[in-house]
């Protein structure tokens, strides 16, 4: 139990263009999902908190025009990186929490790589 | 106030070995205490977790130990293996948002 998947693993896409990235919770409802960014070697850095059907709480220096978050169900939550830059080029891992709990489960990450 | 401190940094332990991964924190409204294992690529998954109110917690070959006093934790890993080599991260709970540590890159040498 508590399976979190997360789409597309890997993305390519040229600077500029949009990309989106969905969180599903497979087996559980999720009223919380967050979503991290997280650069080689280091720790998870924690971007926004998600509830559903509520606007996300986004972390201080997390661009809210540029990462547009949507939590439209109790499964699912969507990332879209607008107007890519290379800077943006990172590895992105959403959790949901099961609603009433504490544990946060992770999804596999997407690794996104902008040119 | 909002820090966890984890250490050591890396890790190189002999298979069979018992490693140990220390947190230390100083908010005393954390209320819960997950430890996390990422494989390169990979998103983290949760390991084993522990509440305050409670000193061991024990999980196949996995223990957290927690000091409420000196509050500290910590992981240990019995029977090591190569498999266990990643990165292991705690965590501490508050207000539902996880503080996180930097991680320690473990290697469990054959």
């Known amino acids: 139990g508590a399976v979190v998947s997360q789409h597309p693993s890997w993305v390519i896409c040229k600077s500029g263009t949009s990309v989106k990235i969905e969180c599903r919770s497979l087996d559980f409802q999720a009223t919380t999902m967050f979503w991290y960014r997280q650069f080689p070697k280091q720790s998870l850095m924690l971007m926004a908190t998600?509830?559903?059907?509520?606007?996300?709480?986004?972390e201080q220096g997390v661009e809210k025009d540029k990462f547009l978050i949507n939590h439209a169900s109790l499964t699912l939550s969507t990332l879209t990186v607008t107007s890519a830059h290379p800077e943006d080029s990172s590895f992105y891992i959403c959790s949901a929490r099961p609603t009433g709990k504490r544990e946060q489960y992770f999804g596999p990450g997407t690794r996104l790589t902008v040119t | 106030q909002q820090q966890v401190k984890q250490s050591p940094q890396s890790l190189i332990v002999q298979k069979g070995g018992i490693p140990i991964i220390n947190c230390a924190y100083e908010n005393t409204a954390f209320d819960y205490f997950p430890w996390y294992q990422q494989f390169p690529g990979k998103g983290p998954a949760l390991l084993i977790a522990?509440?305050?109110d409670v000193s061991e917690k024990k999980e196949g070959r996995f223990t957290i130990s927690f000091n409420k006093s000196a509050k500290q934790f910590s992981l240990h890993i019995m029977d090591s293996q190569p498999g266990d080599s990643a990165t292991y991260f705690c965590a501490a709970n508050s207000n539902y948002q996880l503080i996180w540590g930097a991680g320690t890159k473990l290697i469990i040498k054959p």
């Open positions: 998600s509830n559903e059907g509520s606007k996300a709480t986004y």
């Open positions: 522990i509440r305050p």
